[in-house]
């Protein structure tokens, strides 16, 4: 998290990897989006060192990732919760979660997504929001945005013809 | 990527951050991604100590993420390319990309997704590939696959009944 600094860079990507590309930052995202709440179950869920585990915690909610909530008055003892900023961390997630499932589970998939009112299993995809059509190919391309820099749409400009490679 | 092991925990995105779960690893994928292919390339590009990205770059190639191949004899030199599997990566990367332009980019998102035959943006969302319809509230959750040991059943069980928490 403090490791490396990307803030500087005109890169979203970067910049969010500052506040989770680690490991366990992000497992912790996860259990989060779980319902874990407790310092004490992030502990025994994860087997994270527990210096570790405050030093992501207040890193994650330094971050406005989680919220530090008290739960118990005398002695005031504190929860940890998702809040917008975390839950908007789902797509991440999930693409780690079609990631690992498809490389990492020899027997098949490990955790799937279904449908809760007939259990069928779903199969996540990413499409344009106004279409509905799959962003693979040659069709959809990088461009900069507003906020980009004067580098960064050189950059774009330079590599951005590259088709866009989206895998299924 | 060595520094925890998650590969024996039964959890596809624990699988999946062994391998990637470090701020370098997914940069230098995200400018494979852009075309880069050389170490110079990649030094140049990300700003990283030669000696870290030599370690990356062995270690996203004995990861299947990316392939070593030579482009130069006498003396060899090599270039490294991603595998269909470090192309597999493309909706991770666009979950960090859409999560850093909404929250670390307070002039505008930077990198945009655009349609290259008229250059309208693309708005990336998530839904099940069956129906088109958008993956989030309490009609998804997660569910064990075949490869869930156990102990995932029993977590899943007792945690599964969430609602599935997706942002937009």
């Not at 004490?40 to 060192?49: N, S």
């Not at 990413?126 to 069709?139: F, I, Q």
Request: proline share 8%; net charge positive.
């Amino acid at each position: 998290m403090r490791r490396t600094s990307h803030s500087r860079v005109n890169c979203p990507i970067a910049r969010s990897l500052e506040r989770i590309g680690d490991s366990w930052a992000l497992l912790i995202v996860r259990d989060a989006f779980f319902g874990l709440r407790r310092f004490e179950d992030f502990q025994e869920r994860l087997g994270i060192p527990p210096t570790t585990l405050a030093r992501r915690l207040r890193e994650l909610v330094a971050a406005g990732i989680l919220e530090r909530l008290p739960y118990q008055e005398r002695p005031v003892r504190y929860e940890y919760v998702l809040t917008r900023k975390g839950t908007d961390l789902h797509p991440v997630l999930l693409g780690l979660l079609a990631w690992g499932n498809r490389h990492y589970a020899p027997a098949g998939p490990i955790v799937e997504v279904a449908r809760t009112s007939t259990g069928e299993r779903v199969r996540p995809v990413t499409v344009d929001a106004a279409t509905g059509e799959r962003l693979r190919g040659p069709e959809f391309r990088f461009v900069p945005g507003p906020g980009a820099s004067g580098a960064t749409k050189a950059w774009l400009e330079e590599r951005g013809e590259r088709p866009f490679q989206s895998p299924r």
